[in-house]
């Protein structure tokens, strides 16, 4: 069982910036995909973000290209979000999730990871 934990929420302005950590309980994420999800208030979760276990690779919803940058520490047994230009619309929890895979394999779907973590609030006024 992987337990994980975010951090680095909370209420910000419109264009401000936040940066997201999450780190596993006892485990380490070397061998884990992990990715950014968030989910609004009566909306259905969403991708945000993704990296590959290997770092090479990472992926962006649409909606936050150019904005968010996500990253891995493995030394550091940490994965961030970096949140620029922060609107409105991101407002939202967000959740941390990892998946256990092969260096190169890239996940989108929430469905396909297997752990997540409690989820930390990210509210930007306008």
């Known amino acids: 069982q992987v337990q994980l934990v975010e951090s680095g929420g909370g209420l910000v302005q419109a264009g401000d910036s936040l940066r997201l950590s999450c780190a596993p309980s006892?485990?380490?994420?070397?061998?884990?995909?992990m990715g950014w999800f968030r989910q609004a208030p009566g909306k259905e979760r969403e991708f945000v973000a993704t990296i590959t276990r290997s770092g090479g690779s990472t992926h962006y919803s649409d909606s936050v290209k150019g904005r968010f940058t996500i990253s891995r520490d493995n030394a550091k047994n940490t994965v961030y979000l970096q949140m620029n230009s922060l609107k409105a619309e991101d407002t939202a929890v967000y959740y941390c999730?990892?998946?256990?895979?092969?260096?190169?394999?890239?996940?989108?779907?929430?469905?396909?990871?297997?752990?997540w973590g409690q989820g930390t609030q990210v509210t930007v006024s306008s």
């Open positions: 999730a990892s998946k256990e895979s092969y260096l190169f394999t890239v996940l989108t779907d929430w469905a396909a990871y297997d752990y």
């Open positions: 006892g485990r380490t994420i070397s061998s884990y995909a």
